[in-house]
């Protein structure tokens, strides 16, 4: 599995991060950030709480602003050019802890809303488009019910649906499985195992470790607004350098 | 040992138990008097004293209302009518009913023209009503307003029929140039639409009829209830779209719009409505240039809208704040632009929880409308306070009149409460 997975990743850049600082007013909550993601590299970002991890994959598709360095998707230089921020959010998907579903539509309308006005795709091929993803998260049945209607663990892989209908080269992921049971929680990474397995770009900033060591090509650990430590899971996990890191999974693994 | 283990602790159920069925209701109309009445000693006197009150209330004036007399011509023959004994004077409503709903210049061989508009007002409000109705009828209700016009103030069509031609052109004009620029194609429309009034208004003024189809009747001869419908149906459509501009531009980001919001609402909001109806009445001529007089009708329904439009502004503000910041997230995530955003993500859950403030608002500002009888205008008040009351016939009337028009005031205000509750069950989809 971790051979094909290393197969899979080319040479292009799909993510290029040189410099990245950012400040909440005095705040410094991102410190040098540098980082170059490859097409098709699943990484998983791991720290303690408040170490600035949601924040850097959150700045990748400007829901947050960075205030120096440069980021680059795609090839497009995230600037405060709307038109450039507008370009690169229909590329990069993203899936949020709390879901964000909208409750007012259906499922089906949640999943072909940005298909329809952003992709100016038809509405009986986005719906088409849409039942393919439900299927592949294995909802299709409850298309017509309103995000109200589903459990927690439903909703998430609708939410997963909901992004890859616009075709994403890329996939965000800010801790997916933090706000549901432990019994949903398979469901959801099952969903996102599949999506990792058909060479999908993917950043996850999670604590399933186990996850982490069956997906990913490559595991970052940040504290206090810094990558501290990155390198292969196997190495990662069985032989962590930085003292911080060891402290860290000796506490969430120790148990 | 682990037998004796096993059946001590473990335990595993094999089948899961059948759904029972809810254990049946006692019911029947006795025992609800007793659960809902009478339940405990101090609940029983609370209900006897109430009904003791609703006895006192209805003995005093079912006999005025049932005895009422409906035929007479005058407070006098009432009277005579009577005998000395209790009842209303019911015959007022009979003598002055087409004053009362029209107001007393309004020619009354064309009350059909108002009356015809109030049927067709239900045909155009009932697919914005009424989300299931079929779209197509939105066309009628974009019509609407151009034919109302026509048919209340008459005079020549050609000044409606220019004006709804000149939003359509500047309609097209906007939807051809907005893929590229929001801002240009609202420009380049409201040009178009200013060119179609301007060279309206020559060709209208060249094609004027000798005597047009319909008698023309000018703005100071509306009255009645009619006038309170006029202004609160205008004023509340008006101000909805103005409040929801008004409650984003709060939020923007740009300073200047920002601002000019800001100062806007807590202007009118520091103001009473009343001062603002004089300034309609008096004042704001000096703004407008000079001969252009405009209607007094104008400066009335101008001013009734800011007003209301800032009190929507709050309330809808309140809704946008309700919302999960999530919300906002997710759609801008998935690449949706702001006016995307806001028209297909934020305004329909906003508008949603605003619905009940919005709503008292709208009532609010419907009964709000009589206050115009102070500047002299013969709303459905203005008529009783001044003509009705004034006249030698019918002086010292109170009680019937004021009833009337509280009835009138009631059925519309619930009406719209009860449409607002049904929305709520309508587009609830949370599923709380």
Redesign the interface.
Known sequence: MAETAQMQVSDEVAIRINNMNKWYGAFHVLRDINLTVHRGERIVICGPSGSGKSTLIRCINALEEHQKGSIEVDGTLLSSDLKNIDKIRSEVGMCFQHFNLFPHLTILENCTLAPIWVRKTPKKEAEETAMHFLEKVKIPDQANKYPGQLSGGQQQRVAIARSLCMRPRIMLFDEPTSALDPEMIKEVLDTMIELAEEGMTMLCVTHEMGFARQVANRVIFMDEGQIVEQNEPEAFFNNPQSPRTQLFLSQILGH | MSDTHAESIAFVRESSLPPAAPPDKVGGPLKWVKDNLFPTWANALLTVVALYFLYLLLAGSLPWLLNGVWGASSLSECREVLDGATGACFSVLTERWHQLLFGFKYPSDQYWRPTLALVLLFLAVAPVLFIDLPRKMLLFTGIYPFLAFWLIWGGPIWGPLFALVGVVVGYMVYARLVHNSFAKALAAGLLAAIAVWYVGGFIGDALRPASPLLEAVPSRDLGGFMLNMMLGITCVSLSLPIGIALALGRQSHLPIVKGICVVFIEFVRGVPLITLLFVANVMLAYFFPPGSGVDLFIRVVIMITMFSSAYIAEVIRGGLAAL?K??Y?????????YA?AMR??IL??AL?ISIPGIVNIAVGLFKDTTLVSVISLFDIIGMIRGPILASTDWNGVYWELFLFASVLFFIVCYGISQYSQWLERR?A????
Do not use: F, M, V
Not at chain 2, 429 to 432: E, G, K, N, Y
């Open positions: 999960p999530g919300q997230e997710a759609a801008d995530s998935l690449g949706l632009d995307q297909l993500i329909p859950q949603k587009l989809t949370d599923h709380r």
